[in-house]
């Protein structure tokens, strides 16, 4: 990481008599500041490359007039705190009820995020950057929305990191019974399969000629392909009714109730 140490130039100088004419000197290493040689040049913009994690600045003060050393040693340390990164998420599930929110299972949503991470705290915040409770209920009732998540180590510095939850809750289509007409439902896909699941023309040909048999519809939500509906056409074909003839046969009569037999 990069330090700005500047200002202790002025606190190593206030430890020392008024007016007095010094050469603060800064060093990474001791044998450095014993040799001077080697000093850091940007006390303002200083990475701490080679000392991972955790650095001693070792501080030379020297008299401008004959050079002589009057302090040395390591006055600064720096530390660099790991940002406890976590990765985004997205949930996405199908409206099983058709009301726009789904009661998502939360269970491991913090194992996942924290993804072995330790002495982390978890922080949550819905869309509208009002805070929700951590951690999250189970189950967490959301319609589609992104929730803000931030992940703080538990130390005096507090070093944090921020990503989101997508909760996606898609469109569940309904397939209706007939005659209801599908294409209410706009934006969908429907495809038909006969009794032996072979692929029907959608839409459906007019007329079908078909024997009787059950079409299996299926309407598809295509932003999701989870979320499918399926109903049953049934398709009945009734026989004709036969009429049996037994020849030509001529009767006469006056009475409006006669019959023959």
Same mark, same amino acid.
């Given at each position: 990481? /990069?330090?700005?140490?500047?200002?202790?130039? *002025?606190?190593?100088?206030?430890?020392?008599?008024?007016?007095?004419?010094?050469?603060? #000197? +800064?060093?990474?290493?001791?044998?450095?500041?014993?040799?001077? @040689?080697?000093?850091?040049?940007?006390? %303002?913009?200083?990475?701490? $490359?080679?000392?991972?994690?955790?650095?001693?600045?070792?501080?030379?003060?020297?008299?401008? !007039?004959?050079?002589?050393?009057?302090? !040395?040693?390591?006055? &600064? #340390?720096?530390?660099?705190?790991?940002?406890? &990164?976590?990765?985004?998420?997205?949930? /996405? @599930?199908?409206?099983?009820?058709?009301?726009?929110? +789904?009661?998502?299972?939360?269970?491991?949503?913090? =194992? *996942?995020?924290?993804?072995?991470?330790? $002495?982390?705290?978890?922080?949550?915040?819905?869309?509208?950057? $009002?805070?929700?409770?951590?951690?999250?209920?189970?189950?967490?009732?959301?319609?589609?929305?992104?929730?803000?998540?931030? %992940? #703080?180590?538990?130390?005096?510095?507090?070093?944090?990191?921020?990503?989101? &939850?997508?909760? #996606?809750?898609?469109?569940?289509?309904?397939?209706?019974? &007939?005659?209801?007409?599908?294409? =209410?439902?706009?934006?969908?896909?429907?495809?038909?399969?006969?009794? =032996?699941?072979?692929?029907?023309?959608?839409?459906?040909?007019?007329?079908?000629?078909?024997? /009787?048999?059950?079409?299996?519809?299926?309407?598809? $939500?295509?932003?999701?392909?989870?979320?499918?509906?399926?109903?049953?056409?049934?398709?009945?074909?009734?026989?004709?009714?036969?009429?049996?003839?037994?020849?030509?046969?001529?009767?006469?009569?006056?009475?409006?109730?006669?019959?023959?037999?």
């Amino acid at each position: 990481s /990069t330090f700005d140490f500047s200002s202790t130039a *002025t606190d190593i100088q206030a430890l020392f008599p008024s007016g007095q004419l010094l050469d603060i #000197t +800064f060093y990474n290493t001791i044998s450095d500041a014993l040799a001077e @040689q080697n000093a850091i040049t940007d006390i %303002a913009n200083h990475t701490n $490359n080679g000392f991972p994690n955790i650095q001693h600045i070792y501080v030379r003060v020297d008299s401008q !007039l004959d050079n002589e050393c009057l302090g !040395l040693g390591h006055h &600064i #340390t720096l530390q660099v705190e790991r940002i406890p &990164i976590i990765q985004p998420l997205i949930l /996405t @599930q199908c409206d099983d009820d058709q009301d726009g929110f +789904f009661a998502f299972d939360t269970s491991t949503l913090e =194992t *996942t995020l924290l993804n072995g991470l330790t $002495n982390v705290t978890l922080a949550y915040w819905d869309e509208n950057n $009002n805070p929700l409770p951590s951690p999250l209920p189970n189950p967490f009732n959301s319609t589609s929305q992104i929730v803000k998540v931030r %992940a #703080t180590n538990n130390t005096t510095n507090a070093c944090y990191f921020e990503t989101n &939850i997508t909760f #996606t809750v898609d469109d569940l289509p309904e397939a209706y019974a &007939i005659p209801t007409n599908l294409t =209410t439902q706009t934006g969908m896909l429907v495809n038909y399969f006969d009794e =032996t699941g072979n692929s029907l023309p959608s839409p459906l040909p007019n007329p079908l000629v078909s024997g /009787t048999q059950n079409i299996t519809v299926e309407v598809i $939500n295509p932003t999701n392909s989870n979320c499918v509906a399926t109903t049953i056409i049934s398709l009945v074909v009734n026989p004709l009714p036969e009429i049996e003839l037994y020849g030509d046969e001529l009767i006469c009569s006056n009475n409006p109730l006669f019959t023959k037999v």
